[in-house]
């Protein structure tokens, strides 16, 4: 949702696009996050910062249950405590060497990140079958006037295309960008994620080309 800043989740990715023993960036209200996926399938969020020297730890590699640091390969854990420093194989890092993590669930194909504490789990999406990510050059209100349609508090918009039910699960990014999450109602149709692939680049194209327009001098 976008309404909330501290206490809310947010829709970072599809379940799809983070594959075992990858990581990769994501944003949230709290900024920059590495959202990696272990060898055993475990979803993580961690600050996309290394506590050692500040590299991106969305630049790193995950090996088996950690994700390392590609500048001089400190290791973290899930939980963010560190697990390993290579110029020191003998020590055992302290506790105080931590990278700070944030709550993160996967449900109906999307992996949601909480910015706070949140009071209750993220939104549910059963009998939605998620299609693909695209970021957009357009701000929510822009995207609203390309798709003659509000954004509801929760970040959804939704496009009825012929038997099919598009669902559109909008997350603000930095510089006034737009993640889109496609998601599409059942259908037995199976060029129907085809036609709702092509419609969603055309509303981008109808957007950002609105977008232009709304901040040419």
Not at 160 to 170: D, F, K
Request: net charge neutral; aromatic share 4%.
């Amino acid at each position: 949702m976008h309404s909330d800043t501290t206490r809310s989740w947010t829709p970072v990715a599809l379940s799809a696009d983070l594959p075992v023993g990858t990581v990769m960036p994501v944003h949230t209200a709290a900024g920059s996050i590495a959202l990696w996926r272990s060898a055993s399938g475990h979803t993580a969020a961690t600050d996309d910062r290394c506590p050692h020297r500040g590299m991106r730890l969305s630049h790193g590699f995950v090996r088996g249950e950690a994700l390392s640091c590609i500048y001089h390969g400190w290791s973290y854990a899930q939980a963010g405590n560190c697990l390993r420093i290579p110029a020191h194989p003998g020590l055992v890092p302290p506790e105080t060497i931590r990278a700070a993590t944030h709550p993160v669930e996967e449900s109906d194909g999307i992996i949601w990140v909480a910015t706070g504490k949140p009071e209750a789990g993220p939104p549910r999406f059963e009998g939605l079958i998620p299609l693909r990510s695209l970021t957009v050059a357009a701000s929510f209100a822009t995207i609203e006037a390309a798709a003659a349609a509000e954004v509801s508090p929760e970040g959804l918009v939704e496009i009825t295309l012929g038997a099919a039910l598009i669902v559109l699960l909008l997350s603000a990014q930095d510089e006034g960008k737009t993640l889109i999450h496609v998601l599409l109602k059942a259908v037995s149709d199976p060029a129907a994620g085809i036609a709702a692939s092509r419609t969603v680049e055309s509303l981008r194209r109808k957007a950002e080309n609105l977008q232009k327009e709304r901040i040419a001098p």
